[in-house]
């Protein structure tokens, strides 16, 4: 039914429903002319008002006819493509690595808007069945190729019982003005082990939109990194359900922001049952006239006794004008739980700093070295030394200067 006032949509959304509809998609093109984009009205999106930082979208992709240079590649890993929301061939894949396609959306359902355009114009997902134990990276390249497009994909994994694997996303594509829609469903059998990290390098004058939905099995184990380093507007939304008893979950992410940019990572981690934790914890490193939001809500069933878990977010400013917004929650239904949550905001350490410069360390190498330091506990678990590497050439480009 619509409101008694309706919404005054803008150019976004009127190209938002022309694409819903022309993708037979009528109830999502219903939803956005009804209630348009987020705005600071809706909780999850105050810190991001989408009505105002999304004023345009482009067209729908066209097939990629040209591919530009890599914006990170991992030595020794198995490399798979989506190009322009198209699965591409691949080479041959690894023992116990079963490469798929399958129609439509991955996420479940999800009171998103985000997560409801994705499901609506992706015609067919990547998928992926991890058999055992994977030993290379898997690294799935998400690309946007040509001039400024409008592009939703999917990627769905399953890893089997006692299975382990590295895997990799990478974002990026040509330099124009994409709107990229990204959707990863994970689901891990027991005992389980997997390290998922996900980096947006789009171009500056990218919009870069993510939801990554996680179902946890008995004792699986998971560790997640989502880092910011690329587009003017990014978000990413953070869904792990722990639901099997012992499951364990480090969830993280790093926002990366220069003059410019806003970038938001948004985390709900549900406990589902009895004797699960999670310990997500995320970074901000502002400069210039720049915003990083983190939102973290633990939600604990009723059923759910014995959970343990902590959120804690941590910004360092390195500029006056950049913002830093933080918003942890928790929302416990069950009486025997160990659950909580911090954030901390601030400069650089004036004495670290004046120690180092006494020291003879010139100023831009001393607080490079305390940026790294700042960042270390985000990037050391990560075993494999080809990516621990790749990650902090990311990090170093992005501190020396880059984006």
Same mark, same amino acid.
């Given at each position: 039914?619509?409101?008694?006032?309706?919404?005054?949509?803008?150019?976004?959304?009127?190209?938002?429903? @022309?694409?819903?509809?022309?993708?037979?998609?009528?109830?999502?093109a219903?939803?956005?002319s009804?209630?348009g $984009?987020?705005?600071?009205?809706?909780?999850?999106?105050?810190y991001?008002d989408?009505?105002t930082?999304l004023?345009?979208?482009?067209?729908?992709?066209?097939? *990629?006819?040209?591919?530009?240079?890599?914006?990170?590649?991992v030595?020794?890993?198995?490399n798979?493509?989506?190009?322009?929301?198209?699965? /591409?061939?691949?080479?041959?894949a690894?023992?116990?690595?079963?490469?798929?396609?399958?129609?439509?959306g991955?996420l479940?359902?999800?009171?998103?808007?985000?997560?409801?355009?994705?499901?609506?114009?992706?015609?067919?997902?990547l998928?992926?069945?991890?058999?055992?134990?994977?030993?290379?990276?898997?690294?799935v390249?998400?690309r946007?190729?040509?001039?400024? *497009?409008?592009?939703? @994909?999917?990627?769905?994994?399953f890893?089997?019982d006692g299975?382990?694997?590295?895997?990799?996303?990478?974002?990026?594509?040509?330099?124009?003005?994409?709107?990229?829609n990204?959707?990863?469903? $994970?689901a891990?059998?027991?005992?389980?082990?997997?390290?998922?990290?996900?980096? @947006?390098?789009?171009?500056?004058?990218?919009?870069?939109?993510?939801?990554?939905?996680?179902?946890?099995a008995?004792?699986?184990?998971?560790?997640?990194?989502?880092?910011?380093?690329?587009?003017d507007?990014?978000?990413?939304?953070?869904?792990?359900?722990?639901?099997?008893?012992?499951?364990?979950a480090?969830?993280?992410?790093?926002?990366?922001?220069? @003059?410019?940019?806003?970038?938001?990572?948004?985390?709900?981690t549900?406990?589902?049952v009895?004797h699960?934790?999670? /310990?997500?914890?995320?970074?901000?490193?502002?400069r210039g006239?720049?915003?990083?939001?983190?939102?973290?809500k $633990?939600?604990?069933?009723?059923?759910? /006794?014995?959970?343990? *878990?902590?959120?804690?977010?941590?910004?360092?400013?390195?500029?006056?004008?950049?913002?830093i917004?933080?918003?942890?929650?928790?929302?416990?239904?069950?009486d025997?739980?160990?659950?909580?949550?911090?954030s901390?905001?601030?400069?650089?350490?004036?004495d670290?700093?004046?120690y180092?410069l006494s020291?003879?360390?010139?100023?831009?190498?001393?607080?490079?070295?305390?940026?790294?330091?700042?960042?270390a506990?985000?990037v050391?678990?990560?075993?494999?030394?080809a990516?621990?590497?790749?990650?902090?050439g990311i990090?170093?480009?992005?501190l020396?200067?880059?984006?």
């Amino acid at each position: 039914m619509r409101p008694a006032f309706p919404v005054r949509l803008g150019a976004a959304e009127e190209a938002l429903i @022309d694409q819903l509809k022309a993708a037979g998609a009528n109830a999502a093109a219903e939803r956005v002319s009804v209630a348009g $984009l987020p705005t600071r009205r809706v909780e999850s999106y105050h810190y991001t008002d989408l009505k105002t930082l999304l004023r345009t979208i482009p067209p729908l992709a066209e097939a *990629a006819n040209e591919a530009s240079a890599p914006a990170l590649r991992v030595p020794g890993a198995f490399n798979l493509m989506i190009a322009n929301g198209v699965v /591409q061939n691949s080479a041959t894949a690894p023992a116990g690595v079963i490469v798929g396609k399958a129609a439509g959306g991955v996420l479940t359902t999800r009171d998103d808007v985000l997560v409801h355009i994705n499901g609506a114009l992706v015609k067919e997902a990547l998928t992926l069945t991890l058999e055992g134990s994977v030993d290379p990276v898997i690294q799935v390249e998400h690309r946007i190729e040509g001039a400024a *497009a409008h592009v939703a @994909d999917a990627l769905k994994i399953f890893v089997a019982d006692g299975g382990s694997a590295t895997i990799l996303e990478t974002f990026s594509g040509s330099d124009a003005a994409h709107v990229g829609n990204h959707a990863t469903y $994970l689901a891990l059998g027991k005992d389980a082990v997997v390290t998922h990290i996900t980096i @947006d390098l789009s171009a500056r004058a990218a919009s870069h939109f993510a939801t990554n939905e996680y179902h946890l099995a008995d004792g699986a184990k998971l560790r997640t990194l989502v880092i910011h380093a690329g587009a003017d507007l990014a978000r990413t939304n953070l869904f792990p359900t722990m639901g099997g008893a012992g499951a364990h979950a480090d969830v993280t992410g790093l926002n990366l922001v220069s @003059d410019g940019q806003h970038a938001d990572i948004t985390m709900e981690t549900n406990h589902a049952v009895p004797h699960t934790t999670s /310990q997500p914890l995320f970074k901000s490193i502002t400069r210039g006239r720049s915003k990083s939001v983190v939102q973290g809500k $633990l939600v604990v069933a009723r059923d759910a /006794q014995k959970t343990d *878990a902590k959120f804690m977010h941590q910004g360092l400013m390195l500029s006056d004008e950049a913002e830093i917004l933080s918003k942890p929650e928790l929302e416990i239904y069950a009486d025997d739980v160990v659950c909580g949550h911090g954030s901390t905001c601030g400069k650089l350490d004036e004495d670290s700093l004046f120690y180092l410069l006494s020291r003879g360390i010139p100023k831009a190498e001393a607080e490079t070295m305390l940026v790294r330091g700042f960042i270390a506990e985000l990037v050391d678990p990560v075993e494999d030394e080809a990516l621990a590497e790749a990650l902090q050439g990311i990090i170093d480009g992005w501190l020396l200067g880059g984006k």
